[in-house]
């Protein structure tokens, strides 16, 4: 069983930086997949990006490629996601989530087995 705590949303102008992190617990951090999804008011959830279990793969959203740099580190047994030139159709509850596979990615939510409890990411024109 796996425990995930999401840190860092608030609340950013538009072209502003933020990175969040995300704390895991009571695994082996290093046998997980990682992802970031989002939610917003009135949408399904939705992939940003994932890590894979060494770090060394990661796959983005084309929404956020190039803006975004998810990352991990299994010493610390953390998971981060930088993001840079914010936009306001970012803003959404953010969601580390973790499944436990070999698999180097995957997008769609209900393959992740453990999920934060989510952080609030407002961007404001």
């Known amino acids: 069983q796996v425990q995930l705590v999401e840190s860092g949303g608030g609340l950013v102008q538009a072209g502003d930086s933020l990175s969040l992190s995300c704390a895991a617990s009571g695994g082996t951090f290093s046998n997980y997949l990682l992802g970031w999804f989002r939610q917003a008011p009135g949408k399904e959830r939705e992939f940003v990006a994932a890590?894979?279990?060494?770090?060394?793969?990661?796959t983005y959203a084309d929404s956020v490629k190039g803006r975004f740099t998810i990352s991990r580190d299994n010493a610390k047994n953390t998971m981060t996601l930088q993001m840079v030139s914010l936009k306001p159709e970012d803003t959404a509850v953010y969601y580390c989530a973790a499944k436990y596979t070999t698999r180097p990615a995957s997008l769609t939510p209900r393959d992740y087995n453990y999920w934060g409890q989510g952080t609030q990411v407002t961007v404001s024109s």
């Open positions: 890590v894979s279990r060494s770090g060394t793969i990661t």
